[in-house]
């Protein structure tokens, strides 16, 4: 029989390496990768902690408005116990004019098919005070909804610009009045109107996505000078169509629009869109009575694309748009007021501009906006916008430095079923900052029929 071997020792331990003889573990060396991730994490540390604090209160009103279902108690305080009819109260701000407050009595599904009237009031920010009246038929034909509104309101901040597409502000007065039909030099100033304006639409909705709206407005307005930088001081306001003798015109309008926009999964909420499109074309024709001059033809279209980036929770929104007038030189022949020519700036189109700031024959605008979530019912956005004013389409892109962008970033609160507000800071090209908060989703409709 052979021998068994016999048990050979157990090995010795390996020395220590020279780095670990003391005892003391050292850690081993991080690669390339790994030492610009730990660079990044320490770079954005700092703005990771600011921007948690910043969003605290907004994550406090949730919390709070979920935990004592606000909304149900705000609804139970404000209308009756049916909910067909209620009266509360509304709040807003730009930072370009302030604060508005208002109120709201409305009286809805009368004969249990959606009809609605409401009653409004708003005193502050843009407006001295604004009061209207407006209802529709909701479902009672079908297809077919007809709409109307009447309004009164006194706006003593309005501004304006010059017309055309200079971005020098020049906060100081000139010595004379300059002629905005001639210059398109860029002198801060404000004016005031008195606006009556009457509106009726029809819209009718052949497929869930396919939809026309008829609509037209008579409307008249009467101009005049501000406390705080007057444009009769800084424009020779005798050369503006209407704001001397003021205005008493009619506007007609047909859209056409297709809109598949929806939210692309149950799981997120529904009040902001995550996949579709919309895509319209507008066309109409303004006309004056009585001594009013006016005559202009009025054309142009928009297409929004939302894109589902990741399960209906991170989702791209891409729009472009156009709006011009023909008929008119918009300056010199008389045939288009300064307040009706296609316009840029406030808090949806071209933000970082306070509203009104660009006005000509042309405008165009193209957005892109980023939204994800930031925590339970509040998400956050980013967004840039680049317009650009023109005197003609032929215009467009021909010199860079007439392009205008505004960028910024914004938080959005809203329950699964409920949209409740958005606030955006932003940024235009020359610097200039604005601070918005807004009671509506991004890219809302824009009206033309009875605008101001």
Do not use: C
Not at 42 to 52: D, E, H, N, Q
Not at 93 to 101: I, L, M, Q, R
Not at 222 to 246: A, M, Q
Not at 361 to 387: C, K
């Amino acid at each position: 029989m052979a021998e068994e071997p016999p048990d050979l020792p157990a090995p010795l331990p390996k020395a220590a390496p020279p780095d670990k003889a003391s005892g003391i573990a050292v850690a081993d060396e991080q690669s390339d990768n790994e030492r610009l991730r730990t660079v990044g994490r320490g770079l954005l540390f700092l703005p990771k902690l600011v921007f948690w604090a910043a969003v605290q209160p907004i994550r406090g009103t949730v919390y709070v408005y979920e935990r004592y279902d606000l909304r149900n108690r705000f609804v139970d305080a404000t209308f009756t116990d049916d909910r067909k009819f209620g009266v509360y109260p509304v709040a807003g701000y730009e930072s370009a004019y302030g604060f508005t407050v208002g109120a709201r009595v409305l009286y809805k599904d009368i004969f249990d098919e959606g009809e609605r009237i409401a009653l409004r009031a708003n005193y502050g920010g843009e407006f001295r005070y604004a009061l209207g009246i407006g209802g529709n038929t909701g479902k009672r034909f079908g297809r077919v909804r007809i709409d109307a509104d009447s309004s009164i309101e006194r706006r003593t901040r309005e501004k304006f610009y010059g017309i055309g597409n200079d971005h020098k502000e020049i906060a100081t007065p000139l010595e004379m009045p300059i002629d905005p039909t001639v210059t398109d030099v860029a002198l801060q100033s404000r004016f005031s109107q008195d606006v009556m304006r009457n509106v009726v639409g029809v819209k009718v909705r052949f497929t869930d996505e396919l939809t026309t709206r008829l609509s037209g407005a008579w409307m008249t307005r009467e101009f005049g000078g501000s406390d705080k930088d007057d444009i009769t001081v800084r424009y020779d306001t005798s050369k503006l169509i209407g704001f001397d003798d003021g205005l008493n015109n009619i506007y007609v309008d047909n859209e056409v629009a297709y809109d598949s926009r929806r939210p692309s999964t149950q799981y997120a909420t529904q009040t902001i869109d995550g996949t579709g499109w919309l895509v319209r074309a507008h066309g109409g024709i303004g006309r004056g009575l009585k001594d009013d001059p006016t005559s202009y033809i009025r054309y142009g279209g928009e297409v929004q694309r939302y894109f589902d980036l990741y399960r209906g929770t991170r989702t791209l929104a891409l729009r472009v748009l156009a709006d011009a007038v023909a008929g008119t030189d918009g300056r010199t022949d008389g045939k288009i007021s300064f307040v009706d020519l296609p316009r840029l700036g406030g808090s949806e189109f071209l933000r970082g501009y306070t509203s009104g700031r660009f006005r000509d024959r042309v405008v165009v605008l193209a957005t892109a906006e980023y939204t994800w979530p930031l925590m339970h019912n509040a998400s956050a956005f980013t967004f840039f916008d680049v317009g650009e004013p023109l005197y003609s389409f032929d215009e467009l892109t021909k010199d860079t430095d007439r392009i205008r962008f505004g960028y910024g970033i914004g938080i959005q609160v809203h329950t699964r079923n409920t949209f409740l507000m958005r606030t955006q800071i932003a940024m235009s090209r020359e610097g200039n900052f604005s601070f918005n908060l807004v009671f509506s989703p991004a890219f809302g409709r824009r009206d033309r029929v009875g605008r101001f």
